[in-house]
């Protein structure tokens, strides 16, 4: 059973559908367990086997969390890591899906539902798999239709593309990036028009003090002294900014 914390407003009102009272109005949704505000469609993680994503879900916001569960892994002696899930079998090079027992090389990405794109990824403790859970909204239709393989509802003869996270429209094969390691396309995979996502890995860079430049996926090495500065007529290529070759 959850116990909820009143929220900081003077007039909580109580949802249809929703466990705990929430304020008026409110963009964001409140954790029942510890009372954090998070903001509409933001995820976080209570612990390492549940994550949670503040939802719109028709009657308003509120938080939705899923909670893996772990099947054993292939070999005699596994262990836990901390700040992992499940337990991996000891130098394993390789992630285990939760739900099926599937295994996945690093930085392998693969798609358990239409609404979710998993990653092996090496998080500092050793491989995991990392999930996305995406959110629809609503197409502005007024008989949006739901296509098999796809997440989000569609405009019935849409041309385009609608982004889950900003809601804005794209053409087919047209392409954006959402966030400096993230590359998205407008595609047509048989089934209808839908966004097809990348997300860059980065490997990390040989020195001890990687800088993140602003616009850029990757850490980079700081240039050292006796390196250029500046890109002069575009003709080479800077230490920590690559510059357009000449044409």
Same mark, same amino acid.
């Given at each position: 059973?959850?116990?909820?914390?009143?929220?900081?407003?003077?007039?909580?009102?109580?949802v249809?559908?929703?466990?705990?009272?929430?304020?008026?109005?409110?963009?964001?949704?409140?954790?029942?367990?510890?009372?954090?505000?998070?903001?509409?469609?933001?995820s976080?993680s209570?612990?390492?086997?549940?994550?949670?994503?503040?939802?719109?879900?028709?009657?308003?916001?509120?938080?939705?969390?899923?909670?893996?569960?772990?099947?054993?892994p292939?070999? /005699?002696?596994?262990?836990?890591?901390?700040?992992?899930?499940?337990?991996?079998?000891?130098?394993?090079?390789?992630?285990? /899906?939760?739900?099926?027992?599937?295994?996945?090389?690093?930085?392998?990405?693969?798609?358990?539902?239409?609404?979710?794109?998993?990653?092996?990824?090496?998080?500092?403790?050793?491989?995991?798999?990392?999930?996305?859970?995406?959110?629809?909204?609503?197409?502005?239709?007024?008989?949006?239709?739901?296509?098999?393989?796809?997440?989000?509802?569609?405009?019935?003869?849409?041309?385009?593309?609608?982004?889950?996270?900003?809601?804005?429209?794209?053409?087919?094969?047209?392409?954006?990036?959402?966030?400096?390691?993230?590359?998205c396309?407008?595609?047509?995979?048989?089934?209808?028009?839908?966004?097809?996502?990348?997300?860059?890995?980065?490997?990390a860079?040989?020195?001890?003090?990687?800088?993140?430049?602003?616009?850029?996926?990757?850490?980079?090495?700081?240039?050292?002294? /006796?390196?250029?500065?500046?890109?002069?007529?575009?003709?080479?290529?800077?230490?920590? /900014?690559?510059?357009?070759?000449?044409?």
């Amino acid at each position: 059973a959850y116990s909820c914390l009143l929220p900081e407003c003077d007039d909580p009102i109580q949802v249809q559908g929703q466990c705990c009272p929430v304020c008026p109005d409110s963009e964001n949704c409140m954790d029942t367990e510890t009372g954090e505000m998070y903001e509409l469609n933001e995820s976080w993680s209570p612990s390492p086997c549940t994550k949670c994503t503040c939802v719109n879900n028709g009657n308003g916001k509120e938080m939705e969390c899923l909670a893996y569960s772990c099947l054993l892994p292939k070999c /005699d002696d596994p262990i836990q890591v901390q700040g992992q899930c499940c337990p991996v079998c000891p130098d394993s090079e390789n992630c285990m /899906d939760t739900e099926t027992g599937e295994m996945y090389e690093l930085n392998e990405s693969w798609s358990p539902s239409p609404c979710t794109k998993c990653s092996c990824v090496n998080n500092g403790n050793g491989k995991e798999m990392e999930c996305l859970a995406y959110s629809c909204l609503l197409p502005e239709c007024d008989d949006p239709i739901q296509v098999q393989g796809q997440c989000c509802p569609v405009c019935p003869n849409s041309e385009n593309c609608m982004d889950t996270e900003t809601g804005e429209m794209y053409e087919l094969n047209e392409s954006w990036s959402p966030s400096p390691c993230t590359k998205c396309t407008c595609v047509n995979n048989g089934n209808g028009k839908e966004m097809e996502c990348l997300a860059y890995s980065c490997e990390a860079p040989k020195c001890d003090d990687p800088i993140q430049v602003q616009g850029q996926c990757c850490p980079v090495c700081k240039k050292k002294e /006796d390196e250029e500065e500046e890109c002069i007529g575009h003709l080479i290529r800077c230490a920590a /900014d690559p510059c357009d070759s000449a044409k």
